[in-house]
């Protein structure tokens, strides 16, 4: 069974520009999840989808954030205008039931 | 609001010598405990998971349990290859169908031949 796919791994920009960042969940997988994991923390659970519809944002800094689930799979993630403090780990994650299984995710440098 | 705090933060043992990573934690009303680990530069891998105190699991040299307070995991003859970032993380009981994880920040396990 294929896992969490995530895209680009990796992404540097200057501050100010506009990033985005890919997810496709494990097939069958009706809950996604976006996390923030800063170095030397743990992953800090941005937004929760379920299906195509929004769980959980309430941390998610939706001044420059923004997350989309088209159709119910794929989902988008987006920082505009980044911030030199959004350098950090962006992790997908998906699950069935309570157990999140994650992808390898993508770190985001902001110079 | 949850919280979740793990000690040490680092931890060097002998390939062989055996030892436990300790998670304490306090929850509005637990649903399940999470244990995962993280090798770098990749995401967290599932290792297990504990929904009543009094419960253990194990895998290979890996024994997780828990108490109303904390979670251990018992790493027994640990090899070179059990080194990594290990995360404990909480999910409370919330309406709405909310499944949301408080991870701690991790225990970095170095296992030395």
């Known amino acids: 069974e294929a896992g969490v796919a995530q895209s680009p791994r990796y992404k540097i920009i200057e501050k100010r520009q506009s990033v985005a960042f890919w997810c496709n969940p494990i097939s069958g997988h009706a809950t996604l999840y976006w996390y923030q994991q800063i170095l030397g923390q743990g992953p800090k659970l941005l937004i929760q989808?379920?299906?195509?519809?929004?769980?959980?944002d309430s941390q998610l800094p939706k001044d420059r954030f923004s997350a989309e689930r088209l159709k119910g799979v794929d989902s988008t993630l987006k920082i505009q205008p980044a911030k030199l403090e959004d350098s950090a780990v962006y992790l997908c994650?998906?699950?069935?039931?309570?157990?999140?299984?994650f992808g390898p995710g993508t770190r985001l440098t902001v110079l | 609001e949850d919280q979740v705090t793990q000690s040490p933060e680092a931890l060097r043992l002998q390939e062989g010598e055996s030892s436990s990573l300790n998670c304490s934690y306090t929850v509005s009303g637990l649903r399940g405990l999470f244990w995962y680990r993280q090798d770098p530069g990749k995401g967290p891998e599932f290792l297990f998971t504990?929904?009543?105190a009094g419960e253990e699991k194990e895998k290979e040299r890996l024994k997780a349990t828990l108490t109303k307070k904390e979670s251990f995991l018992h790493i027994t003859a640990p090899k070179p290859e059990d080194s990594a970032t290990y995360l404990c993380?909480?999910?409370?009981?919330?309406?709405?169908?909310?499944?949301?994880?408080?991870f701690g920040k991790g225990t970095k396990l170095s296992v030395i031949p």
């Open positions: 989808f379920q299906n195509n519809g929004v769980v959980d």
């Open positions: 993380a909480v999910q409370p009981y919330s309406g709405a169908g909310s499944y949301q994880l408080t």
């Open positions: 504990l929904y009543s």
């Open positions: 994650a998906s699950s069935l039931a309570g157990t999140q299984y």
